[in-house]
């Protein structure tokens, strides 16, 4: 952002800082900030979703949409890390983005979505996903959480769940405190703004029936078991896990076809995968406690500007706890890029 605009943000924060937005619950403070603009750009321009594109495990765009994927959570200023996997003689790659929590950070909420199509763009299956915790991630990224939040961008899902196979075996010795794979969200011919939960458990069905409700205005059919994308690893063995889907997908006459594209006329609803994406962000931000206020007003009164650059280079230079702003235990160069980064951003 060019200097004098960013100016003219600070300016106005500072008067949205005495107004009642501050005052807001998390919940609603964070779910305004996701954009429907932001979220369309994602999907059309880093994910690979035109005509004659492919995400397939061997396409040509499939490891570019996964450089892109990963440059986003950095600069978001997220701890994120590649996993790589091996598969019938095929290498793959989940991309795992962190936000540690503060005073729960063992309990972990992780919201996924594969990447990797059947030689197609995927743009509903399943970039649709795939943006929607992006821009979860680029909003939720600029605030504390109690609870630590997991933003996992999984591969090799259409070549029978290899990487949500893969990382729920790596981990499971981790508190998984609830779990949901969004496959499929940007389909809705209807426009009946309805939304199907698949998964063993209760509860969480459930929880996130409400959030969908409360914070994207889309109701939810409430289904059973159904092992057919990422959450299912973690599902088979108990832990709290859901498919999150748009209700009409069974009936999608562009599902693993080369017109799953966004420049097929009238076929991506732009506006409900956003609310989709509102209202699982809801239940992350409930779930995990996600705290108001945001990171990049770092000394707490209300307003970003450079008294928080200010505060921050004191706490980083005297190793204060609260300088490892990437959460990754240490304090480094990389908390001043991610600090510097939140604080472009603004709130
Ligand atoms: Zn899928």
Redesign the pocket.
């Known amino acids: 952002m060019h200097s004098a605009s960013r100016a003219a943000v600070v300016g106005v924060l500072g008067l949205w800082a005495s107004g009642p937005a501050l005052a807001s619950p998390p919940g609603d403070e964070v779910v305004a900030q996701i954009d429907q603009g932001s979220y369309q750009y994602i999907l059309d321009e880093l994910l690979y979703t035109h005509m004659g594109d492919s995400r397939g495990i061997k396409g040509p765009e499939h490891n570019l949409a996964r450089d892109n994927i990963n440059a986003q959570f950095i600069s978001f200023g997220l701890d994120t890390h590649i996993e790589t996997l091996s598969y019938g003689g095929n290498t793959g790659f989940n991309i795992v983005a962190e936000l540690t929590g503060t005073t729960r950070p063992d309990e972990i909420y992780i919201i996924g979505a ?1 990447y990797d199509s059947v030689k197609n763009p995927g743009a509903d ?2 970039a649709s996903g795939v943006a929607g915790i992006i821009e979860m991630a680029r909003v939720i990224s600029r605030y504390d959480s109690e609870a630590t939040i997991r933003f996992i961008a999984f591969d090799m ?2 070549i029978g769940l290899i990487g949500s196979k893969n990382y729920n075996a790596l981990h499971k010795h981790e508190n998984i405190a609830g779990m949901i794979s969004m ?2 969200i940007a389909y809705d011919p209807g426009d009946n703004r309805r939304a199907t939960l698949y998964g063993r458990t209760e509860p969480i069905k459930q929880a996130l029936a409400e959030a969908l409700l409360e914070y994207g205005g889309i109701g939810a059919s409430i289904g059973g078991e159904l092992d057919a ?1 990422d959450h299912a690893p973690f599902d088979r063995r108990g832990v709290p896990a859901c498919l999150l889907i748009e209700y009409d997908s069974w009936s999608n006459p562009h599902y693993h076809r080369q017109t799953d594209s966004v420049d097929t006329p009238g076929y991506i609803d732009y506006a409900y995968a956003t609310d989709m994406t509102r209202g699982a962000a809801g239940w992350l931000v409930d779930e995990a406690g996600v705290l108001a206020g945001c990171a990049a007003d770092f000394n707490a009164d209300g307003a970003v500007d450079t008294l928080d650059v200010l505060t921050f280079l004191n706490a980083w230079s005297a190793g204060d706890p609260e300088a490892d702003v990437n959460g990754d235990g240490q304090i480094n160069s990389l908390d001043a890029l991610s600090f510097l980064n939140l604080w472009a951003a603004g709130c």
């Open positions: 594969h299956d399943n899902e259409e496959d499929m994308s």
